[in-house]
Nanobody, 124 residues
Framework: QEPLVESGGGLVQAGDSLRLSCVSSERTFSTLSWFRQAPGKEREFVACSWRNTGNTYYADSVKGRFTITRDKARNTLYLQLNSVRSEDTAVYYC???????????????????WGQGTQVTVSS
């Protein structure tokens, strides 16, 4: 069984909303983040959630439009995407790490587990 499994992607119009989910099937992770990768681009950080404090952090490109949340009882991480734009088109991945600090959360190698990704395509 995969440690992290994403779902919820699809084809949407610019301005629409959708919610992505990431389910942890094996354990509870202290630090969970969303990344995305567009064709021909490097994988970029989107948002982070810390379990113990409830703190969140967002990339400037999505701040005010995306919201990261957790359902702790169901071991599920969510990313709510509002007012989507064509530049939001990418494969979205969730990633899990142990008690990462702010300086670490943008570093791919800091994470212990990655999901397989879910495709979000925004038509303009």
């Amino acid at each position: 069984q995969e440690p992290l499994v994403e779902s919820g992607g699809g084809l949407v119009q610019a301005g629409d909303s959708l919610r992505l989910s990431c389910v942890s099937s094996e354990r509870t992770f202290s630090t969970l983040s969303w990344f995305r990768q567009a064709p021909g681009k490097e994988r970029e950080f989107v948002a982070c959630s810390w379990r113990n404090t409830g703190n969140t952090y967002y990339a400037d490109s999505v701040k005010g439009r995306f919201t990261i949340t957790r359902d702790k009882a169901r071991n599920t991480l969510y990313l709510q995407l509002n007012s989507v734009r064509s530049e939001d088109t990418a494969v979205y991945y969730c990633a899990a790490g142990n008690r990462l600090i702010l300086s670490q959360i943008r570093q791919h190698r800091a994470y212990d587990y990655w999901g397989q990704g879910t495709q979000v395509t925004v038509s303009s």
